[in-house]
């Protein structure tokens, strides 16, 4: 509950702080060089996607995000742990995942920066048997990397308007079969939520469009996820497609707010991992996996600026689920905390 109330009051914080008297607009934080920062001074906790920099520009950047999903839904209904049961021998009923993010960007020339994301989750699931009992399993590790390409291919107007291209790989780099303890026995294969990786080489093409003013920032992106082979375990994630729009705006060149609403599909499982039983949990069955759903964000980020630590940002952000519908019963995003260190030079 102290959760959903510190989610709900950042939420607040950035509605009230965010209502224009003027409508200006300034491009979003994350994509500013440092000479730009000069001015203004402030970054947003999303540094993926919409990210450029000047020539030898370098950042560093460590983030770390915490989600909760708990309670089941299909479609857009939600429903009990004994509707599942009645079809599978186990259920789960609560998932939690602990992401860390470390990050190094650089810029050969103005318009072309480049970077490299290395995760480490943490994940645990509770269980719900048929016969009434409950178990609990967890997984940790290194999970897929990511290298990233951003081209500016757009500016206009002394920066105020850029467009943004990125082409983003995602290498199979986790743990494709991690094993715990169940009631099945000892070490057994985890079903695919509890996976670290795709293990298939995956393309994340994104557009971005920024518009920057005095004081308001206002930016859009679009693109999608394509898994781009077959795994060795004969099957891969479904691909998707997604959408964001945000607002954000900075208060004396150290405090910036932003809001962000984002919508995003994902297809489901095609094949399927023979070393799984598809019957006995619902979330080893390929077909109740995907669907869409739509979120809402709101976050603010902070200078931190000193002779130590030279131009270091400091952001969080809060997502809670707006709207979310599922192929098959799954579980239901509750809601994710994001904070986040960036440090120029």
């Not at 945000?246 to 991992?273: C, P, W």
Request: with cysteine; hydrophobic share 40%.
């Amino acid at each position: 509950m102290s959760h959903r109330i510190l989610i709900r009051s950042a939420l607040a914080v950035s509605v009230c702080t965010l209502l224009p008297q003027h409508v200006y607009a300034e491009s979003d934080f994350t994509d500013m060089s440092l000479e730009e920062l000069m001015e203004v001074d402030v970054k947003s906790v999303d540094v993926l996607g919409i990210h450029t920099h000047k020539a030898s520009e370098l950042m560093l950047s460590y983030r770390v995000m915490f989600m909760n999903m708990s309670g089941l839904r299909e479609g857009t209904v939600d429903i009990r742990s004994s509707n599942v049961l009645a079809d599978y021998m186990v259920t789960p009923t609560d998932m939690r995942k602990q992401t860390h993010m470390f990050g190094l960007m650089t810029a050969p020339t103005d318009k072309l920066t480049v970077g490299i994301m290395v995760p480490y989750h943490r994940i645990s699931m509770d269980h719900l048997t048929r016969a009434g009992g409950s178990f609990t399993t967890k997984t940790d590790g290194i999970g897929d990397i990511t290298i990233a390409v951003h081209r500016t291919v757009f500016q206009r107007d002394q920066d105020r308007h850029r467009i943004i291209v990125s082409g983003i790989a995602g290498l199979p780099t986790g743990s494709i079969h991690p094993t715990d303890d169940t009631p099945a026995g000892s070490d057994q294969v985890l079903p695919y939520p509890m996976r670290l990786s795709t293990g298939t080489f995956d393309a994340f093409p994104k557009l971005s469009y920024h518009f920057r003013g005095e004081a308001w920032a206002i930016s859009a992106q679009t693109g999608a996820t394509i898994r781009l082979n077959e795994n060795p375990h004969k099957y891969k994630l479904g691909n998707g497609v997604e959408a964001s729009g945000s607002i954000s705006r900075s208060f004396r060149g150290k405090v910036a707010t932003l809001m962000r609403i984002s919508a995003s599909q994902l297809g489901k499982i095609r094949g399927g991992d023979s070393h799984l039983n598809a019957g006995m949990v619902s979330t080893a069955d390929p077909d109740n996996q995907g669907g869409w759903h739509i979120s809402g964000a709101a976050g603010a980020s902070f200078l931190l600026e000193s002779e130590l630590l030279g131009h270091t940002h400091f952001a969080v952000e809060a997502t809670l689920p707006l709207v979310q519908s599922f192929h098959g019963p799954q579980l239901k995003r509750r809601w994710s905390i994001s904070a986040g260190l960036q440090w120029i030079r």
